[in-house]
Each structure stands twice: as C-alpha cells, then as structure tokens.
C-alpha cells in the first residue's frame, strides 16, 4: 500500500516538499558572506544555483508566477542576500503578501494578448492559473473558486518597464504557460543565464519533453531536474 501510495505524485510530491522543508529549516548556509542564510525552494532549487552553480555575487532575477513572499519561492533567498528583480503574479491575494516583503511587485498575467485576460482563481493559491478547468485531467481534484478579469502584458513590456537588461536568474512557475510566457521575451536582449521552469503541474498533461526539446534548440544545457522544475543554463551568457 505504502509504495502504491508513493509511486502517485499526488502523494509523493507532498512528502518531497515536507523533507525539503524540514531541511530548509535545519541545514541552513554557513557562509559569512551572505547576510541571509535559509533556503526557501519546493525542492532545493535557490540551494543547488548557489551551492553549484556559483550565484553568491549579486545579480538580476526574474520571478513570473511569484506566489507567496518567501513560501517554496526560488528567488527570495537571493533578493535577501541583495539581489535585485521583480516578482510577478496574476494573482492579485499573492500580490497584496508580495507588496510587504519583496521591493519590485508587478500584479500581470504574462501573455501575448495585452490588455486583460481570465484568471481562475483556486482554493489553493498554487494552483490558480489562466489554465481553464477543462484542460485538467481531473478537473474536480482542483476547487476553483472564481474567475476574474486580470491585466496581461508581454514579458517584454514589464522588463522594459522595469528597466531590466541582463537576467541571471529567469524563474517561470505559470502552470502550464511556461512556454507561453517565454515567447514573449526577447531572448536576445536579456539571455537569462540560469533559467527554472517549471515542467510538472499537477492535473495538467505532462510537459517535460516539449520544454526539453525546445530548449535543446538553444545554447542551454539541462544541469539538475526536480520532481517539478528543470534547471538550464546558458554557459555562453
């Protein structure tokens, strides 16, 4: 029973996400050059891009489906520890928490239509998205409560907005829109040395292999895999 229960991500993530969790809470950084020292990703993703991937200087970061300030977020420790960046969310309750812990909030749906788009909104924050209920493959696993009318921008518009040039950190966490989203990003203007994207939505068919083909076509390698995010980097950046 036990492994029938663990072999579903329904269940496995949730386990997954308490173990990080609890490391977060007890293995915290031992390095004096940081003035912030606790870990905050779903799966260790801030953890791995500064332990191996050499990110201790300051840099730029890109946050797009933001969520909650410091809960399971991938830029927070970096913000704190002086990074600068913007966070991004279409969800305007996640929007008001983000306002009073992280210094640059943008309230958007990134899309290629700009003006205004629907916005489900589900009993669970992490969960609500542009995605309509239809496309889940167990719809009624999810709650959805409302539907609103958010305001949408290109990626592009924002960063220039923002006044953002080069990014090292591009954090993508949209359920299911990742892709979406990056096509609205001129690439060349910005090439975002490390990229997360977020390739495991719960409910949604799986995404893996086409992000991983797209990417492929691009000076980006693979360099670790979460049970929800890839890690690329862009060496020649």
């Known amino acids: 029973m036990i492994n029938k229960l663990f072999s579903s991500s329904k269940f496995m993530i ?7 969790y609890m490391k977060n809470e007890v293995f915290r950084l031992r390095d004096n050059e940081c003035k912030y ?5 779903q799966f260790g993703e801030d953890r791995y891009i500064f332990e191996k991937l050499n990110s201790s200087r300051q840099g730029v970061f890109v946050d797009v489906g933001a969520g909650h300030p410091s809960y399971l977020s991938n830029t927070y420790f970096f913000e704190k520890n002086g990074w600068n960046g913007i966070c991004i969310d279409a969800d305007i309750n996640q929007i008001e928490l983000l306002k009073k812990d992280r210094s640059n909030v943008e309230w958007a749906a990134i899309s290629p239509i700009e003006g205004e788009i629907e916005f489900f909104q589900a009993s669970s924050p992490e969960y609500s998205s542009t995605v309509p209920k239809e496309e889940y493959k167990e719809p009624n696993q999810i709650q959805f409560k409302d539907t609103v009318r958010v305001p949408s921008f290109k990626l592009e518009t924002i960063l220039e907005k923002h006044k953002i040039g080069a990014i090292d ?8 829109t990742e892709l979406e989203v990056w096509s609205t990003l001129d690439y060349e203007k910005h090439k975002p040395k490390i990229v997360i994207i977020e390739y495991y939505t719960y409910g949604l068919a799986d995404n893996s292999e086409t992000i991983k083909t797209f990417f492929s076509k691009l000076p980006y390698k693979l360099v670790h895999t979460t049970p929800t995010n890839f890690i690329f980097v862009n060496y020649s950046a």
């Open 14 to 20: 949730p386990f997954l996400m308490e173990l990080e």
């Open 169 to 176: 950190i591009l954090d993508l966490d949209v359920e299911g």
């Open 37 to 41: 020292t606790k870990f905050h990703s």
